[in-house]
């Protein structure tokens, strides 16, 4: 088969949820597929993109006017010219004219179920490009079944025209020497005591702002640990900076914006315990990724978090500060707790596996294609 691949995601450099599937999804097909053509459309090469063949795309991600006009107009003609045999789209959208068979990969739906976390601007557009997208696609995959759930309810897709196919967990996420790895980060951001980490884009739909009262909270109650806040800045991220300064706790609290993939091992690794009190998720690779590290973790239990994180998390109300201040402390000062979901962490992350998602990605390419 001929495939081609949207990448454009991966240059775009602001989701790293999303460079993360497409990189993976490229390095297992090649391994597990290798008679097949596999090209990648982007609108520019990057370091990421080596060992790969790139078919250049007009514009990328950011810039709706050219690269919608490119995705509607050139695209398809394109993948007819070349033969393409499925083209996979990974960034919501697809082309209205089909002339090769088409893939959509839905992460969430956040646009639906949470327009207030985005502007009024970027929701519609999103929903327009879904609703658009999901008509074009011979076959949806959903990267959760909470996901699949809400794409069913919200776009009244018929559940056989979705399968659900999970994600995997990198590689380069592994335990190594604790002491080690804190010294490393002890000395990069300059910490004075051991710490609570977090990590996602800075937004209004990863809760930041409650986990911020939680760990005032904890501090009101001698708690000697800073908190580290690892994620590019997204929507409404000075509120978040300026919320810091106003309810007095910036002296123990480190926001180290973007950071590069082969440090967050390091920080996953030092942490003693990894929050996530998202309000939303489609998926969720980072609590997934401090499991695999061996750091505890406590998430929300909202969402699709229940279903990824299963028994292995400490499960709180996003919603209530005293919740997720209870869920941290716990693990903090439970040494027996600790160890029994360092054990229980490692066996769900390992459950997510990239050559799972490749193999019954293809399996998903052959079915369309006979």
């Excluded at 969430?108 to 502007?119: G, N």
């Excluded at 897709?157 to 010294?183: R, T």
């Excluded at 590069?260 to 609590?287: K, R």
């Amino acid at each position: 088969m001929k495939i081609a691949i949207d990448a454009r995601v991966v240059t775009n450099k602001k989701d790293a949820g999303l460079i993360t599937y497409v990189l993976n999804l490229i390095k297992y097909f090649k391994i597990m597929a290798p008679n097949n053509l596999y090209f990648c459309y982007a609108d520019k090469r990057d370091i990421l993109f080596k060992g790969n063949k790139i078919w250049k795309a007009w514009a990328g991600l950011e810039n709706h006017i050219v690269g919608d006009l490119w995705e509607q107009l050139w695209l398809p003609i394109d993948l007819r010219v070349k033969k393409v045999d499925i083209y996979h789209g990974t960034a919501v959208r697809l082309p209205v004219v089909n002339f090769s068979k088409y893939i959509l990969t839905i992460y969430d739906m956040i646009a639906f179920k949470h327009p207030e976390f985005a502007s009024k601007r970027f929701s519609l557009y999103t929903r327009k490009l879904l609703r658009s997208a999901v008509r074009s696609a011979d076959k949806i995959i959903a990267i959760s079944e909470n996901t699949k759930k809400d794409i069913i309810e919200i776009l009244k897709v018929p559940s056989e025209d979705v399968e659900v196919i999970y994600p995997g967990v990198d590689d380069i996420f592994k335990v190594m020497d604790k002491e080690w790895a804190y010294s490393i980060i002890k000395r990069k951001y300059n910490l004075n005591k051991k710490f609570i980490l977090s990590v996602g884009n800075l937004e209004t739909r990863k809760n930041i702002k409650n986990l911020l009262l939680a760990y005032k909270l904890l501090l009101d109650e001698h708690l000697n640990h800073e908190l580290v806040i690892v994620g590019p800045q997204g929507w409404k991220a000075q509120e978040i900076f300026d919320f810091v300064n106003k309810i007095g706790i910036s002296g123990n609290v480190i926001i180290t914006g973007y950071v590069n993939s082969n440090e967050m091992p390091i920080l996953y690794n030092a942490a003693d315990v990894f929050a996530f009190p998202s309000l939303y998720e489609g998926f969720g690779f980072p609590p997934l990724e401090a499991m695999a590290c061996g750091t505890p973790v406590v998430a929300s239990n909202t969402s699709s978090l229940p279903e990824i994180l299963d028994d292995t998390a400490i499960m709180v109300n996003p919603l209530s500060i005293d919740s997720i201040k209870e869920g941290i402390k716990r693990v903090l000062f439970d040494k027996t707790l600790q160890k029994k979901m360092i054990s229980s962490g490692f066996g769900r992350a390992n459950f997510f596996s990239w050559e799972t998602t490749a193999a019954d990605t293809l399996e998903v390419y052959k079915t369309v294609t006979q």
